[in-house]
């Protein structure tokens, strides 16, 4: 359905995130042939971004083959397991003792990030999974490090069935640190883990160039529609839309303050509009007297300024350009014109966060479309 279809005229009060997964699915084998010859696997913690992980991955596993999913913890593969049936799930946050009846249940895949870790699944270990360990190449999070690599059993290096590591400034194409992670990548590779398969590179790895792809790239915000390679003009699609009703349309004198602490006043007479959106939606409070809101007149989006400050449930914006709103159009916030990246440019955030923030709310009532 088109943004530019006539509003409803029925009262509307929630805000709508509309997602649209025929967008997901070319997102997805845009990269899946960008990555050749590495295998493509889908990122869907968090929920999918917040997008539903079991909707997110149906529609992978189903649309386009994809058998490879990464979550952060056990009970998100446990949303997505019927939904994935043969496919492996590897649990980025690893295992332990509150996760560990949902291994066995779903023989889900862990990945072992530190020597304790590992003794834990020695004393634990699932019949034929083979976990995935990670190692430290210099964004000193999680990994061993080659301390603690040095100190492994030929037994214990046998245990694994895939090596990885995460790489720290993958947006940045000419950052000294993706060639220095790389080389070090490949030493602990060939030291430890000669002949094992290996996946380094997350969504902006992906447009590094072949070496970074490895033999599995793991596919997370670029295929949700986000600018991973700044660097470059995104090749992604847009894949969500947020729109949420006008409350109330009315004038603001000259003089008048808006919201608030009174941080905007108006220097002329002005029409302002009361939409139902606000950061208790997950909208950043950080839009204040910055952000934009769009409007539709005769088949083009019109821009309104945010006035005053955020609200949990509501924000305020200057309609006086909007010739013709009215009570129950629809205010736009994120579209194809101004995207998750434009957003959280605004308000000085990453697109990451902000879909994180928007698409787990439950006060949106979500429309997904194929």
């Not at 003794?119 to 699932?126: Q, Y």
């Not at 040095?150 to 790489?167: E, N, Q, R, T, Y």
Request: charged share 25%.
């Amino acid at each position: 359905m088109s943004i530019f279809t006539r509003a409803n005229s029925k009262i509307m009060t929630r805000p709508i995130l509309e997602v649209n997964l025929q967008r997901l699915l070319h997102n997805y084998k845009f990269l899946c042939d960008i990555i050749k010859p590495a295998t493509p696997s889908a990122v869907v913690k968090d929920n999918a971004y917040g997008l539903d992980a079991a909707v997110i991955a149906k529609t992978l596993y189903e649309g386009a083959e994809c058998y490879d999913f990464w979550v952060a913890h056990a009970v998100e593969a446990e949303k997505i397991a019927p939904f994935v049936p043969g496919a492996h799930i590897y649990v980025l946050q690893g295992i332990g003792e509150d996760s560990l009846p949902l291994f066995e249940q779903y023989r889900l895949i862990p990945v072992i990030s530190s020597p304790e870790m590992l003794s834990f699944w020695k004393k634990h270990k699932i019949k034929d999974i083979r976990p995935v360990i990670q190692i430290e190449t210099g964004l000193n999070r999680l990994g061993f490090r080659e301390n603690d690599l040095k100190k492994l059993s030929a037994a214990d290096l046998k245990i694994f069935g895939m090596v990885m590591s995460h790489l720290a400034c993958a947006d940045e194409k000419d950052h000294f640190m993706n060639q220095h992670q790389l080389e070090t990548f490949n030493r602990l590779r060939q030291k430890y883990f000669a002949g094992l398969p290996a996946s380094l590179s997350a969504s902006d790895g992906a447009f590094l160039g072949e070496e970074f792809c490895c033999n599995m790239v793991r596919l997370g915000a670029a295929m949700y529609g986000i600018n991973t390679a700044p660097y470059r003009l995104n090749q992604m699609e847009n894949i969500i839309t947020v729109k949420a009703p006008v409350l109330q349309v009315t004038d603001l004198p000259k003089g008048e303050f808006v919201g608030y602490s009174a941080t905007y006043r108006a220097g002329t007479d002005r029409k302002i509009a009361i939409v139902s959106i606000g950061y208790g939606d997950g909208l950043p409070r950080s839009l204040s007297n910055v952000g934009k809101v769009f409007f539709k007149q005769k088949g083009k989006m019109v821009e309104a300024r945010i006035i005053g400050r955020v609200s949990m449930d509501n924000v305020i914006c200057d309609v006086s350009d909007v010739a013709e709103l009215k009570v129950g159009d629809w205010g736009y916030f994120i579209f194809d014109d101004y995207t998750l990246d434009d957003v959280a440019r605004d308000a000085g955030t990453i697109s990451y966060e902000l879909l994180s923030r928007i698409g787990k709310n439950p006060r949106f009532r979500k429309d997904y479309m194929l």
